[in-house]
């Protein structure tokens, strides 16, 4: 069974930080591009971050120079580094495995907030 289990949101205040995790498991993690999306209310849900199994990163322009996405192949993990937030970041971040359109895993979600 596929299981991809977001951690480390919460409340912060303008100007912090926080770091997301995606604990994977079922799959064979490291051949999967990984990555993080955010919903905000209202609207549609949009990607953050990209890693492959091998390549570049790419990352939305809102986010570019404050988050840094990062995987860890032997833990099976993702990660998102998130600093200098601002209250435009609050979200619901959703952790995604793409290794082809059949084999498209997501996460249930964690409420990122940031607000004062």
């Known amino acids: 069974q596929v299981q991809l289990v977001e951690s480390g949101g919460g409340l912060v205040q303008p100007g912090g930080s926080l770091r997301l995790s995606c604990a994977a498991s079922?799959?064979?993690?490291?051949?999967?591009?990984m990555g993080w999306y955010r919903q905000a209310p209202g609207k549609e849900r949009e990607l953050v971050a990209q890693?492959?199994?091998?390549?570049?990163?790419v990352y939305v322009d809102s986010v570019k120079g404050r988050f840094t996405i990062s995987r860890d192949d032997a833990k099976k993990t993702l990660y998102l580094q998130m600093n200098s937030l601002k209250p435009e970041d609050t979200a619901v971040y959703y952790c995604?495995?793409?290794?082809?359109?059949?084999?498209?895993?997501w996460g249930r979600g964690i409420q990122v907030t940031v607000s004062s």
């Open positions: 079922g799959i064979l993690f490291s051949i999967y591009t």
């Open positions: 890693i492959p199994s091998r390549g570049n990163t």
């Open positions: 995604k495995a793409v290794f082809s359109t059949a084999t498209t895993f």
